[in-house]
């Protein structure tokens, strides 16, 4: 191996490599005064000498403060289901659990061709590569929001790109706007930054719009972010136009950027419409967030993205090259699912998103007709995404304390296991996920009406107006 050495100048670029040691004098000292050593004959700095006295390895404020609400719950219920009764679990939002929901021929067939090319198995840039990077905007791009490969991220999964929207965002001490209820990764990760979390409230009987008021009385010189998930994890909403352009009228008013949460985007019923935020969009700055998940039933393949909407220039370079520093922390998406991008997005038939769309809309038709008939429960019907919440009159089920408590005991006895929606920050609810076989469904609906039935000990009118 040639033998090179280095000279580290105290004043100019930095590291300069030469090849030959001819110009070191006999002082070991180079024309300019400074040592010159080869790399093997460094030495090593003076070690300071430690006064510590005994192990104490301590975990870092950042992994302390980092808290799934979801797990802490789960993880702290007594779930012991009813050993005659085989489990029904309405709790997982992973779509390919059951197996009845397989993801098209032409997605796994553009997999297979990736491989076989042998071109993806090195490194990708960390924001992805170009060829896959123009693919997603050529897809998304709409006169209304306009978009270019240099818009794109790559990441791995939508959860990542969250996490890269939020952290460029945002610094410790900051706050940001959260749907209350809402997905728990939001709070996750801000907390875990040293972030503040605001819950905006979300209305039920309004099927799950936004309280406009609500969210604006929240926001202050400290609010970095607007976070709206549409389609909804766990609602199942869907916002219509003129509800998204009230949203953006506030976030317009208050110069405050978007994060929109767009997973579900597309995936809505028939007589409803998905409609980007960024489309609406005619100053705020938004970062859409997506991947190929729960569209292409997929999210085992952790492919994510994040599309920059900035016409008016507000993010500036700033908030792109931080995006772009932040990727390089790891090293992006999967690079063979990036190989297959293009065959994925560009040759997946209709049918295939017809046919997902039709059955989570029967599914959700099902139980919320069988549901909506049990006295004490009062389910709220979706338009999209794969989730049913499901109001409880805890005040007729006085043997429970809570909806945790209500869902504990509901594995106990019958075998099914709904997510109380506690986790999501809104309890007396639980949530359904609608993708389970469809006589599973209706199995676990009879489950739940049995359980109702059982638990149900509606309170006397005379007793309300005494408690009033």
Request: charged share 20%; net charge negative; glycine share 6%.
């Amino acid at each position: 191996m040639e033998n090179k050495s280095y000279v580290v100048k105290m004043k100019g670029t930095g590291v300069h490599e030469k090849n030959t040691l001819n110009s070191v004098n006999a002082n070991g000292l180079a024309g300019s005064g400074i040592q010159h050593k080869t790399v093997k004959d460094i030495a090593h700095p003076a070690k300071q000498k430690s006064c510590r006295q005994r192990w104490n390895i301590r975990a870092s404020k950042m992994s302390i403060n980092t808290l799934n609400p979801i797990r802490s719950i789960v993880d702290g219920m007594k779930l012991t289901p009813n050993p005659e009764k085989p489990m029904i679990a309405l709790s997982i939002g992973d779509p390919t659990v059951f197996g009845n929901l397989p993801t098209d021929d032409k997605v796994l067939q553009a997999m297979k061709d990736a491989i076989d090319t042998h071109e993806y198995n090195g490194y990708a840039p960390s924001v992805g590569y170009q060829k896959s990077r123009e693919v997603l905007a050529n897809f998304y791009s709409c006169p209304e929001a306009p978009l270019k490969a240099e818009d794109v991220l790559l990441t791995s999964g939508c959860s990542q790109a969250i996490d890269l929207a939020i952290t460029v965002l945002c610094n410790p001490g900051d706050n940001i706007l959260i749907p209350c209820p809402g997905f728990s990764l939001y709070k996750t990760l801000a907390v875990s930054l040293g972030i503040q979390v605001r819950l905006y409230k979300l209305l039920p009987e309004k099927s799950w719009e936004i309280d406009v008021q609500h969210l604006e009385s929240l926001i202050d010189n400290r609010t970095a972010c607007l976070i709206v998930n549409n389609p909804s994890n766990p609602c199942g909403s869907v916002y219509s136009k003129e509800h998204l352009q009230d949203i953006l009228s506030v976030a317009s008013k208050r110069c405050l950027p978007i994060l929109a949460d767009e997973i579900y985007g597309d995936m809505v019923f028939p007589g409803c419409q998905f409609h980007s935020m960024a489309s609406l969009s005619a100053d705020v700055p938004v970062l859409a967030c997506g991947g190929l998940a729960k569209r292409w039933l997929v999210p085992g393949w952790r492919m994510g993205w994040i599309l920059i909407h900035d016409r008016n220039q507000c993010f500036g370079k700033e908030i792109r090259q931080g995006l772009v520093k932040l990727s390089q922390r790891i090293l992006g998406a999967c690079t063979i699912v990036q190989g297959a991008l293009e065959s994925i997005l560009n040759d997946t038939p209709q049918e295939f998103y017809q046919r997902t769309i039709s059955f989570l809309k029967s599914n959700s038709e099902i139980c919320f007709s069988e549901l909506s008939t049990i006295p004490g429960l009062t389910p709220v019907m979706p338009s999209g995404a794969m989730y049913l919440m499901v109001g409880i009159e805890m005040e007729n089920f006085p043997e429970f304390e809570d909806d945790v408590q209500f869902t504990e005991h509901l594995v106990t006895e019958q075998s099914v296991f709904c997510l109380p929606a506690t986790a999501f920050e809104y309890p007396n609810y639980f949530r359904i996920v609608v993708t389970v076989p469809e006589e599973m469904m209706v199995v676990a609906c009879g489950r739940i009406r049995e359980f109702c039935q059982r638990h149900y000990r509606p309170r006397s009118q005379e007793s309300a107006e005494l408690d009033h």
